[in-house]
């Protein structure tokens, strides 16, 4: 699976954005999907992921309330909606696709357990 992320950019402090992520090269629809952001000078972090079947969803507490995460199977594409953005969402932000049920585990926050990665695409919160 090649993943694509897309979307990022300058926004305010407050404002919404809202990134996708296409897949191309197998069957999108059989894998759990996450987003996770590397701030600067930071280790990369969990965000949330999104079942196969878009059935459930789990969010970092940070983002909780104010990040949705949704899929269209039909164009193999998973979006990460993001609403009263903070300085502190700003990071490059990928995302990966792992195995079906990952969503529902205790491994969701593992990067080792995702195959695929999109390249990041960069979100800048201004004040």
């Known amino acids: 699976v090649q993943l694509q992320a897309s979307g990022g950019g300058l926004v305010q402090a407050g404002g919404s954005l809202r990134l996708s992520c296409a897949a191309s090269g197998d069957t999108f629809s059989s894998y759990d999907m996450g987003w996770f952001r590397q701030a600067p000078g930071k280790e990369r972090e969990f965000v949330g992921a999104?079942?196969?079947?878009?059935?459930?969803?789990y969010f970092l507490d940070s983002v909780k309330g104010r990040f949705t995460i949704s899929r269209d199977n039909a164009k193999n594409t998973v979006y990460l909606q993001m609403s009263s953005l903070k300085r502190e969402d700003t990071a490059v932000y990928y995302c990966a696709a792992g195995r079906r049920g990952l969503t529902y585990g205790s491994r969701r926050y593992a990067e080792n357990e995702y195959f695929y990665w999109g390249q990041g695409t960069l979100v800048t919160v201004s004040s």
């Open positions: 999104l079942a196969w079947n878009g059935g459930y969803t």
